[in-house]
């Protein structure tokens, strides 16, 4: 499988920019080390009658790979993506659809992602954290950031997929 780079992916990246990968790469880290924590069940896991409220749910296994694949690996692939701007066929549908990168859809992805996820712990699991706050600040913050006209014009096709 063949990638390239878009032309200008070592220059000047605005500050929307740059905060957008920051988030990312925040999200993408903590993400990995609270879903390795849930699925070894030591560290910062949530105690384990917390879970008797959650139906399906009877382990943290499964929260744990969500937290760590979803939201830890893919936001690090979301933010590489962003900053280097790689062009892989398997996404180029994301491409034609939105006329943006692909990064640009799978942050606007992963934010909505984030704030279900915190709604859903808001519903469900029986405290409430200051964790909850700054996690639902970033969920939202992903849904934001991309419609930044300077994100935008950083992340706009310019290989010439038309949807």
Known sequence: MAVTMTPAVTGHRPAPVLTTIGVLTFLGF????????MVAGRGVAPPNDWLDGIPVIDSWLVPGLVLGIGF??????????????PRWPWLHWAE???????????????????????????????QPSALQAVYGGVGVGLLLLPWHPAVRRHLADRCGHHA
């Open 96 to 126: 034609r659809l939105t006329r943006h990168h692909w990064s640009w859809i799978a942050t606007i992805l992963i934010g909505l992602g984030q704030v279900v996820w915190i709604a859903v712990e808001l519903v469900y699991l029986p």
């Open 72 to 85: 830890g690996i893919g936001s690090l692939l979301t933010a590489y993506g962003m900053l280097r701007r």
């Open 30 to 37: 903590s993400a990995v080390a609270g879903g390795i924590s």
